[in-house]
């Protein structure tokens, strides 16, 4: 039976709402694409809406949102992969130039300052891990293991990726009556507030996911237009990466950053002006995002000050770490609406207004 008392409910209903956070944690290993459906329903669902509006039933709204997902990341996949492929192809042709150069131009230098006689060439490559196999056999059963926790690891991978558009359609077809039911759940008396509160929270993330995007779009434009004018070879592909991957903190930045000294070392005569070339255009990239267009585009859409967004990067990023500055634009977003709550009560309260 449930307490009568009022304070004995709110302790009760409390409890309940503690056991399922504790429940979620428990159960976070498989909660992932459950998660993502949930997240990329909440992007999609104005998509089907607009469908729905056309007069097309929801079901097939969601599979056609759903179909034109899928298809603008294959083409993605399919675009980007025998570009790379390609590519990779021509550098490889490339590395023989790149080993009679540095046994022309550093090895020398190698022998002068250090006295340490080497030479760049396949034949020596291959005689080096001939003498060192035997030192290395020792970790082949760690190796094995590992191929074996990675061959679990992806296929819990594939299964991830064939649930999300199964939890992504339910979640699309049902959006609303989710939301009713949700709605339902929240006691009477804090019903408007909660809507309220909802509705701003919705509004602002909405203008966090376009400014996210304007700046994947910019930076993808810089950096393919920065490395052009370096005279870096596959600035196009490298850029649209780059760009596209700046949502993940890091992660875009550090592929970007790894492919661009890649090629470079391998096309420039000298390879060290081709790392001078990269690192200043990834400098002025890490800084035109970091310093401008973040704080500009994205904190000036969800209200934040710049000043705010940067303190909330490394706020998030030394409490939470890695996923901490994923989340800490959406987070302070959801913050920002409760903290503007909060600054219209207390200066509507009889504790501000009272003067004596």
């Not at 003498?131 to 094995?144: D, F, I, K, N």
């Not at 592929?255 to 070392?265: R, S």
């Not at 000298?270 to 035109?288: C, H, S």
């Not at 890695?322 to 219209?344: D, H």
Request: proline share 5%.
């Amino acid at each position: 039976m449930l307490p009568k008392s009022d304070a004995g409910q709110k302790f009760f209903w409390t409890a309940i709402a503690l056991l399922a956070l504790a429940g979620l944690y428990l159960l976070g290993p498989i909660l992932t694409p459950f998660l993502a459906g949930a997240i990329l329903a909440y992007i999609l669902n104005p998509g089907v809406e607009w469908l729905v509006r056309k007069r097309l039933p929801r079901s097939i709204a969601a599979v056609l949102v759903i179909v034109a997902t899928i298809a603008i990341g294959t083409l993605l996949v399919l675009i980007l992969v025998p570009l790379f492929t390609r590519q990779v192809s021509e550098l490889s042709l490339r590395i023989p130039a790149l080993l009679t150069r540095l046994n022309e131009q550093w090895a020398p230098l190698l022998q002068e300052w250090f006295g340490v006689a080497l030479q760049f060439d396949a034949q020596s490559i291959k005689q080096f891990l001939s003498e060192h196999w035997q030192s290395a056999e020792g970790l082949l059963p760690r190796v094995l293991a590992s191929l074996k926790l990675g061959g679990l690891a992806i296929a819990g991978l594939l299964g991830n990726l064939l649930l999300i558009p199964l939890v992504l359609f339910y979640l699309l077809l049902e959006w609303n009556e989710l939301i009713a039911r949700v709605d339902r759940f929240v006691p009477r008396r804090y019903s408007e507030a909660v809507r309220g509160i909802a509705r701003d929270i919705d509004l602002v993330l909405a203008e966090f996911l376009r400014g996210q995007l304007s700046v994947m779009g910019i930076l993808a434009v810089y950096y393919a237009l920065a490395l052009v004018i370096g005279g870096v070879d596959f600035a196009l592909p490298i850029g649209i990466i780059t760009g596209l991957l700046v949502f993940v903190p890091y992660l875009g930045f550090a592929t970007g950053l790894g492919l661009a000294l890649m090629v470079a070392v391998l096309q420039f005569e000298n390879p060290l002006n081709g790392v001078a070339v990269v690192a200043v255009v990834f400098g002025l990239g890490q800084v035109l995002e970091s310093f401008y267009l973040t704080p500009r585009i994205v904190g000036d859409r969800i209200g934040l000050h710049p000043l705010a967004v940067i303190f909330a990067l490394l706020a998030f990023g030394q409490v939470f770490g890695f996923f901490g500055v994923l989340m800490a634009l959406p987070a302070s977003a959801v913050l920002l609406v409760a903290l503007r709550r909060v600054n219209r009560l207390y200066f509507e309260s009889g504790f501000y207004s009272r003067t004596k």
